[in-house]
C-alpha cells in the first residue's frame, strides 16, 4: 500500500487546515492517529454502526442501526409464525457481534449468533426442534455475518452470505421451511435516531472545544452521562467485542436464546 501522508499533511498545510476531526471507527481513527503521529493536529470522533471502539462506551451510529434492525425482525415476525417458517436474518458486524445481540434481544429473535460465541448447526437445530415440541413452530434466528464458520458447512463460504449457507444447512437438519432475510446496506442509512442526533452533536462540540483548547491527538468518547476526551493511541487496535459471559448474554440466555452453543 503507498503511503501518501507527506502529501496530505503539505496539501493541508497549503490550504490553511488548522486541524482534522476524523470521523469513524477504527480504520478511520487509525489513520487519524498515524497522522498525529506525523504532526497533523487531529481529534477524533466515534462513528461506526458496529459499536466496537473500546475507548467509549457508544459510538454514534449504532442505536440507529439498532432501530432498522429491530423494525425488520419486527416484521419477520407475522411470516414467520403464520407460516411456521424458521426466518434467518443476516445482519452486519464483521468482528464484533453487538448489531446481532441486541437487536436480536430487543426484536425477540430465538436464536442469536454472533462472532464471540462458536456454534454448531446441531445445537441450533436442536433449539429449534425443542421449540417445536412445546408448540413453536417458528424460529427467527439472526446472524451476523462475521460469525466463525462452523465445521458442518462444507460450502465455500465466498460463494454465498452465511446467512444462505445457514439457512440451507438449517432446512437440511430440521426438515423446516426456511427463509433468509438479508438487510445489507439499508442498515447503514436512513433516518437517525434522536438518541444519535443527540451523541453526535455532543461529539461535535467537545471535539470542537478539544481543538480550542489544544487537545490534539485526542478522541472524544462516552464514558458514563458524560463526555469526555481520550488518547486516539488507547480507542485503535482493541476492538471492544462482546463478553460471552457478560450481563447482556446472560440476559438473552435467562429468556430462552440461544447462542447455538
Not at 10 to 21: F, H, R, S
Not at 31 to 36: F, W
Not at 198 to 205: D, K, M, N, P, S
Not at 238 to 256: D, F
Request: charged share 20%.
Amino acid at each position: 500500500m503507498r503511503d501518501i501522508s507527506g502529501k496530505v499533511i503539505a496539501n493541508a498545510v497549503k490550504l490553511g487546515i488548522d486541524a482534522i476531526i476524523t470521523i469513524g471507527g477504527d480504520g478511520s481513527q487509525k489513520i487519524g492517529y498515524e497522522l498525529s503521529q506525523k504532526g497533523m493536529k487531529i481529534v477524533g470522533v466515534p462513528k461506526t454502526i458496529d459499536n466496537d471502539l473500546s475507548a467509549t462506551q457508544v459510538t454514534f451510529g449504532f442505536d440507529t442501526a439498532l432501530h432498522t434492525v429491530c423494525d425488520a425482525i419486527d416484521r419477520i415476525h407475522t411470516t414467520a409464525a403464520s407460516h411456521h417458517r424458521v426466518m434467518v436474518v443476516e445482519v452486519m458486524g464483521r468482528d464484533c457481534g453487538w448489531i446481532a445481540l441486541e437487536a436480536g434481544l430487543a426484536g425477540g429473535a430465538h436464536v442469536i449468533l454472533i462472532p464471540e460465541i462458536p456454534f454448531t448447526i446441531e445445537h441450533v437445530c436442536r433449539h429449534i426442534a425443542e421449540r417445536e415440541k412445546v408448540g413453536k413452530h417458528f424460529t427467527i434466528v439472526v446472524v451476523a455475518e462475521g460469525v466463525k464458520t462452523p465445521p458442518e458447512l462444507k460450502e465455500n463460504r465466498r460463494a454465498s452470505s452465511i446467512g444462505n449457507l445457514l439457512g440451507n444447512a438449517i432446512a437440511h437438519g430440521t426438515h423446516k421451511d426456511v427463509r433468509v432475510s438479508v438487510p445489507g446496506h439499508i442498515q447503514r442509512g436512513g433516518t437517525p435516531s434522536p438518541f444519535d442526533r443527540i451523541l453526535a452533536t455532543r461529539f461535535g462540540v467537545a471535539a470542537v472545544d478539544l481543538i480550542a483548547a489544544g487537545g490534539f491527538g485526542m478522541m472524544v468518547a462516552l464514558h458514563g452521562d458524560s463526555i469526555v476526551s481520550v488518547d486516539v493511541a488507547q480507542a485503535v487496535g482493541h476492538l471492544k467485542s462482546v463478553n460471552p459471559n457478560g450481563e447482556v448474554v446472560r440476559t438473552a440466555r435467562a429468556i430462552g436464546i440461544g447462542f447455538g452453543d
